[in-house]
């Protein structure tokens, strides 16, 4: 199945991209550069493509970012520390990133003759972000579909929208990816804050994987404290 995936860079997208790789045709990553904060995590995604040997897209949708404002990921917004399953982290919420996203990705699968889109949701993304959900990526591919019909036949592959996030890291060590070559850490610091929401849920998988984690946090040791609040709430 030829491929393209959808990377920015993070231990999920990352790892899909060695899976599809090992498992199928990967024919390039997909990357968008929207205004982040965490702008970084692009270059990890370079890494990426160079490391497996397919092109790599960089698409600009600053402007597009621009005008989804209102999200701590693109705004003079703080970032929020904790846990994903808190309420304070709906700040993080960029509209209809990932459905912008994939429809980019659809059309440069099918002006290429790629055959399927893979994107690295999961179970864990599903709280905060609607556009993560099941039943978003099967209507979406059903309405990508109808908008293909006659012209090109391309699916979605999400293999991870049933998974957790340690279950992605259980995957990325079995295809050999290089945890520490990838970023997750919304702050977009010299190295991971260890308190967003991303490099907590970072740091769990980890531990609920039974994988070591390569990665150096500012502050290691805080998720213990973000989980057993969760789970206290």
Not at 29 to 43: A, I, M, N, P, T
Not at 192 to 211: I, K, N, P, Q, S
Request: aromatic content about 8%; glycine content about 10%.
């Amino acid at each position: 199945m030829k491929t393209i995936v959808i990377c920015s860079g993070g231990l999920d997208s990352v790892s899909l991209a060695h899976m599809v790789a090992e498992e199928h045709q990967l024919t390039r990553l997909v990357s968008f550069d929207y205004g982040q904060r965490h702008k970084k995590e692009l270059d990890y995604a370079a890494a990426a493509a160079k490391r497996l040997g397919v092109p790599h897209d960089i698409i600009d949708m600053r402007g597009i970012g621009a005008a989804l404002s209102g999200s701590a990921l693109t705004d003079d917004i703080d970032v929020p520390d904790g846990h994903y399953e808190e309420e304070t982290m709906k700040v993080t919420v960029v509209p209809n990133r990932n459905a912008i996203m994939l429809t980019i990705a659809y059309g440069i699968a099918a002006a290429n003759g790629d055959e399927a889109v893979a994107t690295a949701v999961h179970g864990g993304d599903h709280f905060i972000y609607p556009d993560c959900r099941p039943a978003f990526t099967e209507a979406f591919d059903a309405m990508q579909r109808a908008a293909l019909d006659g012209y090109a036949n391309v699916r979605l592959y999400t293999p991870f929208v049933h998974r957790t996030k340690g279950d992605i890291v259980t995957a990325g060590a079995r295809h050999n990816t290089p945890f520490a070559e990838t970023w997750s850490c919304y702050k977009g610091g010299e190295k991971h804050c260890g308190r967003c929401g991303t490099c907590v849920e970072r740091r769990e998988a980890f531990h609920l994987a039974g994988v070591e984690d390569p990665t150096d946090y500012a502050d290691p040791d805080f998720w213990k404290a973000a989980i057993a609040g969760k789970d206290g709430a």
